[in-house]
C-alpha cells in the first residue's frame, strides 16, 4: 500500500467515526438512544437495514464464491421480498402499535416473561456469535495478506465500532450507515469498472458474460430438488424466507433500524426498498466475482489465494511439487488466454463451440492442479485453512487495482465490518437493558437506563472482540453467519408466528416446544442432516408443531 492508499484509508474511517459521534450527541432518553426518536425517514430505513446485512463478509466472501461456483448463490435471496411484504404486512403494524422498543417485549404480553427471556436470550448468543465473525472476517483476511497483527486488526475494528455506537446508539448507526452505504457502493462499481478495462481490448462485456457462461459461472437457476445441493431455487424460495422472515423480523439488530421510523408508512416504505435494492445488489456483487475469473482468463493468478497457506507450504518438505504445480499452472495459464482469445475473435457457431470444450477441459485441469496445491498445503500444516475463496478478492484489489483505489476498496471492506458490527451491538446492547435488565430492575430514571444501555453495548463490544480473537476461519464466512443464523431463526420465528396467528396454544406449551426445539436443531445442523438453509424450515416447523401437541395433550388432561 501507498501513501494515497493509507490516507484514503484512514480518512474515510476517521470520518464516518467523528460524524456518527458528532450527529448522535447529546441522547437524554430511552427513546432517544434506542429508537432515535422516532425520526428516521424511509431512504435511512432502508439503507441502514441493507448496511446491517451486508457485512465485511459480504463483499470478501461473495465475490470469491462466485469465482469459484459461479452466480447460483444468489437463489440464498430470492425469498427475501416475500419476507419483506409480510414483515410490512403484520409484524411493522404490531410493533408499532406497542410502541416497544425490542421485538421480544411482545412476547410477555401474548405469553409470559419466561417465553420473552428465552427468545432474548437466544438472539443474545446466535448474534453475539455473529458480532465475533464479522470483525474477524476482514482481521483474517487483512492480516493474512498485508501481514498485519490479527489482534491488533480485531482491537482498531472493535474499538471503532464502539466509540460511535456507546456514545450516540441508534442515531449513530443509522446516520453513519448511510455514509457507510456510500463507500461501498462507490468502491464495488469501481472495481467492476476497472475489472471490465483490463480485459483485452476485444473482449466486450457481452464476450466475458459469454466466456463466463462457457465455463458455468452463470447457472443463475436451478430448479432441482437435490437435497445435498445448498443453493436451488426451491431453498432459496422457501428456507430462504423463513430464513429473511426470522431475520428481518425477529432479530433485534434488524428490527431496531426500522422501530426508528416516524412513522409505519416510512417503515415499511424502508423495508420495500430493501426487498427491491437486496437482490439485484447481491447479483451486483457476485458479479463482480464472476468478472474477476474473467480477468484471470487473461492473467495470471496464484495457485493458491491465501498467502499464509503459501507460506507454510514453500516452508515444509513439498516445498518443490508446489513449485512444480505452479510452473505447470504458469503453462496452463497461456493456453487458456491464448484459446479464450480465439473463442472472443471466432465467428463460426462450431468453432466457438470446438474452442469452448477445449478451454472447459483447460480449466478443469486448473482446477485439479488447484486441488492438488491444497491437498499438500494439508500435508504440510495439517491445521492450515485451504479454502481460500475469502481471499480471491482481496488478492485481485491489492495486485491489480491503482494506488488510491485500493484505499478506497479497503475502506469499504472496514466500512462493511463496523455498519453491521455496529448494528449488532446497538441491538445486544438495547436486548440486554430493556429485557433483561430494566424488566427485572423497574423504577429507575431515564438517565439510568440510557447510562446502562450504553454499558451493556460497551460489554458486548468487548466479548465481540473476544469472540473474534478466537474464531477460526471456516468453510466460507458468509455462510457461517448464515449457518449460525440458521440454527436458532427457524426457532425464534415459528414463537413469533405461534403470538401472532395461533391463539390456542399458550406460554408453557411454546416455552417446553421452543427448548426441545432448539436442542433437536443443534443436534440436526450437528450431524449435517440436510441443508443450513432448511434447518430454517424445521425449526420453525418444529416448535410450532410441538407447541400445538403439548398444548393440546395438556387441555385434554386437564
Known sequence: MQQIDWMVLIGTLTFIVLYGTYKSRGSKSVSDYLKSGNDAKWWTIGLSVMATQASAITFLSTPGQAFHDGMGFVQFYFGLPIAMIIICMVFIPLYHKLKVYTAYEYLESRFDLKTRTLTAILFLIQRGLAAGITIFAPAIILSAVLGWNLLYLNVIIGVLVIIYTVSGGTKA?????????GVIFLGMLFAFLLILNYLPLDISFSKALQ??????KMEILDFSFDFENRYTFW?????????????????????????SGRSVRESQLGLVMNGLLKVPMQFFILLVGVMVFVFYQFNSSPLHFNPAAVKDVMASEYASKYVALEADKKALEQDIRTKQLQFARTEDASEANRIQQEITQLNKTESRLRETGRTLIKKANPEAETNDKDYVFIHFILNNLPRGIIGLLLAVILSAAMSSTASELNALGSTTAIDLYKRNTPGRTEKHYVRASKWFTLLWGVIAIGVASVANLFDNLIQLVNIIGSIFYGNVLGIFLLAFFIKYVRSQATFVAALITQVLIVIVWYIDLMPYLWLNVVGCALVMGLALLIQTFSSNKS
Open 173 to 181: 448507526v443509522s446516520v453513519t450507515q448511510k455514509q457507510q452505504m
Open 211 to 216: 466466456i463466463a457462461g462457457s465455463n458455468g
Open 235 to 259: 431453498s432459496g424460495i422457501i428456507g430462504g424466507s423463513f430464513l429473511a422472515l426470522s431475520y428481518f423480523g425477529t432479530d433485534q439488530s434488524q428490527v431496531q433500524r426500522y422501530l
